[in-house]
């Protein structure tokens, strides 16, 4: 099954810290870009950080000196380390995978996890 799977989300307190992973099914060979989305209720899905198969990665202002991405090329796993959490950090979290190339020699464009709670709240 092509999926990406996220984990780690959860309550904590304001200025804790917590780390998402997702990973990818093993069908898929390679991802290109992969990136960690948001959405609250009401409002639009926005990117939260992203990273290059080359390791260049991309924040959202309002996350930047605090979230830090990084990615395992050979796992095709992706992280987010969220410290100095802030209750405006509370959202779903969404992985992202962007020009996934599967076994046999498939592509897909783009793939989506189911999406990971995350609440900072004391």
């Known amino acids: 099954q092509v999926q990406l799977v996220e984990s780690g989300g959860g309550l904590v307190q304001p200025g804790g810290s917590l780390r998402l992973s997702c990973a990818a099914s093993?069908?898929?060979?390679?991802?290109?870009?992969m990136g960690w989305y948001r959405q609250t209720p009401g409002k639009e899905r926005e990117l939260v950080a992203a990273?290059?198969?080359?390791?260049?990665?991309n924040y959202a202002d309002s996350v930047k000196g605090r979230f830090t991405i990084s990615r395992d090329n050979a796992k095709n796993t992706v992280y987010l380390q969220m410290n100095s959490l802030k209750s405006e950090d509370t959202a779903v979290y969404y992985c992202?995978?962007?020009?996934?190339?599967?076994?046999?020699?498939?592509?897909?464009?783009?793939?989506w996890g189911q999406g990971i709670q995350v609440t900072v709240s004391s």
């Open positions: 992202n995978g962007e020009d996934l190339t599967l076994q046999f020699g498939k592509f897909i464009k783009a793939l």
């Open positions: 990273v290059t198969s080359g390791g260049i990665t």
């Open positions: 093993s069908i898929i060979f390679s991802i290109n870009n």
